[in-house]
């Protein structure tokens, strides 16, 4: 027992511990909030659906390096420039949303929440969910065509841009007039941010999928399409029929009723109550104890 006792301690005593000082401190910290909001950015951008699929060719090329297939390491050897390259263009819109929004987040803010012990965190109020039925239902009664987008967590800012900015509380009669037949809005779609609507007459990519119906316009078409490249939830009034359908996940649902449209909205607004209390009091505990001390 004493010989195994005696093999630890001079095992620990050769162990040279780094020395670590205040500037190393830092340099950690600086590096995980770096990690952290590049985590946070991928999480909330297309680049997470693309980067799961670049996580699946690097798994690839590790099977290909067990099993020493040399003929596909001598093909990504060689094109491992262009790839990076590739990358990069792939990721630009992102990459540029990024730098834009740099200096316009406050970190500490979004790491250590302050507010109120229970707070209530929801994409929408349930009065713009009763605006969005009232003014799609209103809508398909006189046939008048609506595409209207609700932002999830991926971003559509490069979607919004190629409209008109608005900025506008959501109500159904605002939504009723932008979609009125001869108004400056009515052609597009609308992106629905939060409680507001914040652009209009935006282009969406049309889906490609060749099982949808041939019967379907662009309308529905488009509604597809932006499912189908992000995880928004899209609400498509036919001009034609005046029915209701919803695009998500790229499927689509047709001539849906009220009451599903609404459980389908109450879904997407993923209302849920977040309890800060333990932080409160850990920090009021620490702010007593100090004045104790004084």
Not at 149 to 161: A, F, K, N, S
Not at 222 to 236: H, L, P, R
Not at 243 to 251: D, E, L, P, T
């Amino acid at each position: 027992m004493q010989g195994l006792k005696d093999m630890l301690v001079r095992f620990f005593l050769k162990i040279s511990l780094p020395n670590v000082g205040v500037i190393d401190v830092i340099e950690i910290a600086l590096i995980a909030v770096f990690i952290y909001q590049c985590m946070v950015w991928i999480k909330y951008t297309r680049a997470y659906t693309l980067l799961k699929g670049i996580v699946v060719v690097l798994l690839f090329l590790l099977l290909a390096y067990v099993f020493k297939m040399n003929t596909i390491l001598w093909i990504v050897t060689n094109l491992a420039n262009m790839m990076i390259t590739a990358v990069v263009i792939i990721f630009q819109p992102e990459l540029r949303r990024a730098l834009e929004q740099l200096g316009q987040k406050n970190i500490m803010a979004a790491i250590i929440p302050f507010d109120s012990n229970k707070e209530v965190e929801e994409r929408f109020t349930d009065k713009t969910i009763n605006e969005l039925v009232k003014a799609c239902f209103d809508m398909g009664e006189v046939k008048t065509g609506a595409l209207i987008v609700i932002e999830q967590d991926i971003l559509l800012t490069e979607y919004e841009r190629t409209g008109i900015n608005l900025d506008a509380v959501l109500t159904s009669q605002l939504l009723i007039n932008i979609f009125e037949h001869n108004t400056p809005l009515h052609d597009g779609a609308i992106i629905v941010r939060g409680n507001r609507i914040v652009a209009a007459t935006c282009y969406l990519p049309l889906s490609d999928n060749m099982e949808l119906s041939k019967q379907l316009g662009t309308r529905h078409r488009a509604g597809v399409g932006i499912s189908e490249v992000s995880d928004s939830v899209t609400i498509i009034v036919s001009e034609e029929t005046g029915h209701v359908s919803v695009a998500k996940n790229g499927r689509l649902m047709s001539n849906i009723n009220s009451q599903h449209l609404r459980k389908i909205l109450v879904e997407t607004q993923n209302k849920k109550i977040v309890d800060n209390s333990k932080l409160r009091q850990l920090l009021k505990g620490r702010v007593k104890h100090e004045e104790e001390t004084d």
